[in-house]
């Protein structure tokens, strides 16, 4: 069993995280799920993930602002963004910024995993992706 | 925030239609009430007027034809008596010579004869003037003196001498007879001329006094007629500004009696209620542009929801067998949730963009307000945009129609997003008017303003100052419209750079008996034809 790649979650929607954190364990993930902006900077400050997941629309502070302080803080790691379809324009500038990719809402669990599957055999982890999947999904 | 409305409007159709209905019923007695009055058309007047003039001056003709056939009458008279008096005297001046010289007196008598002959071949026209009398006044006088001239010529005759008594005595009575003769033709002659002269004066008086009374009664006529007309004429004037002011009641009737103008009348009522049906379509399909603006932010908003279904769906099918019992509860009861909330996020929008009937009622104002900024929330979520509601205590409600009024805030408060930049501030103020018996609603935003050349023509159709495709101009205009309807106005201030401030002066409801009665407040100055 290869060490868990740490995961960071921030989406101020709670099921989100609640659903999120269990599935994406079950390919490896750590996963450290946040509703709040502040509080996941506050965290992203002191420690680095090698994956961060944020929404991009929030109330007080957006996931753009999300992603330029991790870009800052942390270079090495991959920003997936999370969008509404209403806002592919600030996903393309989110890319722009350096996001390692997007995933528009709704999604299944598995179009994230597989995301963040792509993002960890960038970082040169392998996931059991296979693991997530006994349906054969 | 979301709030489902108390009281759910009829279904689609069934309020319309009993609305139309009872419109068309309304429609249908005014039209009755203009039709229903005894006709007096203007053409009916002009001919009255003309026929009056015409009966006045056939009078006068008909008055002078017979006064001047009287004159003719007694010229005609005057030359037969003064024919008559020419002989009379000529006799007489033979009688004198055969009194003096012992003439032929044959030739006094054949004057008299000619003046005999002179009376009885004109016989007609002197009955005419003197009436059928005239033979017992004349004629007996000159037979007299024709019967004592043949006396005094039988006498000549017979003494064949001068003197005697008896010839002295017939002289003295011819001499008396014929000058009585003559003085009394004379008299009948100075009489009638004096009567012939009255009777020129008169015509001379029926001219003068007819001519003043023709012109009073063309005056007159032409007084009547330009009153009924010109009077008509400014009522209409005063209907047409009140139409294009956005008042669309119907004309109704405010004369005795029916004309010209009331098919005028009835013309611009079935103007006013095509008006009307076209203004309806134009809010009705301005209510779904705005629709369609708020659909954004609804499908954007609608995302959260539905994927939080589609992520716990998805979990529960990947983990079913692996879940406990309280585990799938917790899930089921997060997509029931999630679902109740998706429909919660639709459902005001749907309530708005149904297609209800006009329906009056009395309305509170910061409730309507807070339910149009929840029809908006996701918008002014989606860019972020704070939108503060602030009412005075104890407002009084005024009397409207709440969808219209939500569209005509709904209005507002999307221009006031669109000129807010992102994180922007709106303001909306619920106030009692500067003037007693308004309320006034205030959407204040904090944007670049509007500048102060175009503040003119803000409120004019197809007016817009959006790009190409994103604003119709119809907003403002339909806007004003619905609030001129419910009796109030729309007015804008602005300074460039500090925002704008969009107010909106309603009535508040003051006969609450009329509730369901009028289809509009009740104007002070109601229509009348």
Same mark, same amino acid.
């Given at each position: 069993?290869?060490?868990?790649? @740490? ?27 946040? @509703? ?20 991009i629309r ?25 969008t509404g379809y209403a806002m592919m324009s600030l996903a393309? @500038? ?10 528009a809402k ?32 | 925030?979301? /709030? ?28 009755? *009430? ?22 006045? /001056? ?51 008598? $054949? ?46 005759? *017979? ?52 001519? *003043? ?33 956005? $008042? ?10 029916? &004309? ?7 013309? !611009? ?20 542009? *705005?629709?369609?603006?708020?659909t954004s932010g609804v499908a954007h908003e609608l995302n ?74 996701n918008q002014?979520?989606l860019l ?49 008017? &500067? ?12 944007? /670049?303003?509007?500048?102060?050349? !175009?503040?003119?023509?803000?409120? $004019? ?9 994103? #604003?119709? #101009?119809?907003?403002?205009?339909? /806007? ?50």
């Amino acid at each position: 069993m290869p060490e868990p790649l @740490e995961v960071l979650l921030l989406d101020d929607e709670p099921i989100v995280g609640r659903r999120l954190k269990p599935a994406l364990a079950k390919i490896g993930c750590a996963v450290e799920v946040f @509703e709040n902006p502040e509080k996941a900077l506050a965290r992203l400050q002191e420690k680095e993930f090698k994956i961060v997941v944020t929404d991009i629309r929030m109330d007080d502070i957006d996931g753009m602002q999300v992603l330029e302080f991790v870009r800052e803080r942390w270079p090495e790691s991959k920003v997936i963004m999370i969008t509404g379809y209403a806002m592919m324009s600030l996903a393309r @500038e989110a890319m722009e910024k350096g996001a390692f990719d997007f995933i528009a809402k709704p999604f299944k669990p598995d179009d994230l995993r597989r995301v963040i599957a792509k993002a960890a055999r960038a970082l040169g982890y392998t996931l059991d992706f296979e693991a997530a999947a006994p349906e054969g999904g | 925030m979301t /709030s489902i409305p108390q009281n759910q409007p009829p279904a689609v159709g069934a309020g319309g239609q009993a609305e139309r209905t009872r419109l068309a019923e309304r429609a249908e007695g005014i039209r009755r *009430a203009l039709v229903e009055r005894p006709r007096f058309s203007l053409r009916l007047q002009m001919y009255l007027g003309f026929l009056a003039a015409f009966i006045l /001056s056939a009078g006068v003709a008909v008055a002078l034809v017979y006064n001047f056939h009287d004159m003719e009458n007694k010229i005609r008279f005057l030359e037969i008596v003064n024919d008559y008096v020419m002989e009379v005297e000529q006799a007489r001046r033979f009688e004198k010579n055969f009194l003096l010289y012992g003439s032929n007196l044959s030739d006094a008598l $054949d004057s008299v004869f000619q003046a005999e002959q002179i009376l009885t071949r004109n016989a007609g026209e002197l009955a005419a003037v003197m009436g059928p009398g005239w033979s017992q006044v004349m004629l007996p006088k000159l037979r007299g003196y024709q019967a004592l001239l043949e006396r005094l010529g039988r006498l000549q005759g *017979a003494a064949g001498a001068q003197g005697g008594p008896a010839r002295q005595d017939l002289q003295a009575r011819v001499r008396k007879e014929g000058q009585e003769m003559v003085s009394a033709a004379l008299a009948l002659l100075s009489k009638e001329k004096a009567s012939l002269s009255t009777t020129t004066r008169r015509s001379r008086q029926i001219l003068i006094y007819s001519l *003043a009374l023709l012109l009073v009664v063309l005056v007159l006529n032409a007084y009547l007629l330009g009153i009924r007309m010109l009077g008509s004429i400014n009522r209409f004037g005063e209907y047409a500004n009140r139409i294009a002011a956005g $008042d669309y009641t119907p004309i109704t009737p405010s004369r005795r009696y029916r &004309d010209e103008f009331t098919d005028l009348a009835l013309a !611009i009522n079935a103007m006013i209620q095509e008006l009307e049906n076209r203004e309806a379509v134009l809010i009705q399909s301005h209510k779904m542009r *705005a629709v369609g603006t708020l659909t954004s932010g609804v499908a954007h908003e609608l995302n959260n929801p539905l994927n939080n279904i589609t992520l716990t769906a998805h979990v529960l099918q990947e983990d079913y067998a692996g879940l406990s019992d309280a585990e799938r509860q917790e899930m089921i009861a997060d997509v029931v949730q999630e679902a109740g909330r998706a429909k919660k996020i639709i459902s005001n929008l749907l309530d708005f963009a149904r297609e209800t009937g006009s329906q009056l009622e009395p309305l509170d104002l910061p409730h309507l307000l807070q339910e149009t900024i929840d029809l908006a929330a996701n918008q002014i979520k989606l860019l972020g945009i704070k939108i503060q509601l602030q009412s005075s205590d104890n407002l009084p409600r005024v009397h409207g129609d709440s969808q219209q009024l939500r569209q005509v805030f709904l209005n507002l408060i999307l221009n006031a997003i669109d000129a807010s930049a992102k994180g922007g501030k709106i303001q909306v103020i619920v106030v009692p008017a &500067d003037e007693p018996n308004y309320v006034a609603v205030k959407v204040i935003d904090f944007g /670049s303003g509007i500048p102060a050349h !175009i503040l003119p023509s803000l409120f $004019d159709p197809f007016f817009t100052t959006k790009g190409r495709g994103k #604003g119709t #101009g119809l907003g403002l205009s339909v /806007s004003q419209g619905i609030v001129a309807k419910h009796g109030g106005r729309i007015m804008v201030s602005s300074q460039a750079g500090q925002g704008a401030t969009f107010t909106v002066v309603l009535p508040v409801t003051t006969i609450p008996a009329e509730l369901g009665e009028g289809r509009h407040p009740e104007p002070a100055n109601r229509a009348k034809a």
